[in-house]
């Protein structure tokens, strides 16, 4: 199993972004995916995930600001990313766990004026 991830850059505080996890290699629809990001000198942290029946989770400093999606067909995750903040500013790696966890690369999201 391989995940690409793509969509970071660099973004005005209260602008927006789309990440995209394109997984190749393994079969998409039994897999859990997630986002995690990890910002300069804290450790790595659960941002949202969404099941295979598609239900969703969030960590709270997120709810309502960002979104996460699947596409089966696709066989890609998003996470839209809305009114965002400085500290939002993380690299941010995507992750799947079947038939064992997996993980993108990091790919780096600044908030910055």
């Known amino acids: 199993v391989q995940l690409q991830a793509s969509g970071g850059g660099l973004v005005q505080p209260g602008g927006s972004l789309r990440l995209s996890c394109k997984f190749s290699?393994?079969?998409?629809?039994?897999?859990?995916m997630a986002w995690y990001r990890q910002a300069p000198g804290n450790q790595r942290e659960l941002v949202a995930s969404?099941?295979?029946?598609?239900?969703?989770t969030y960590a709270d400093p997120v709810k309502g600001r960002f979104t996460i999606s699947r596409n089966n067909a696709r066989r890609t995750a998003y996470l839209q990313m809305t009114n965002l903040k400085p500290e939002d500013t993380a690299v941010y790696y995507c992750?799947?766990?079947?038939?064992?966890?997996?993980w993108g690369q990091g790919i780096l999201v600044t908030v910055s004026s």
């Open positions: 992750k799947g766990n079947y038939p064992k966890h997996v």
């Open positions: 290699g393994g079969i998409f629809n039994f897999n859990t």
């Open positions: 969404i099941a295979t029946t598609s239900t969703t």
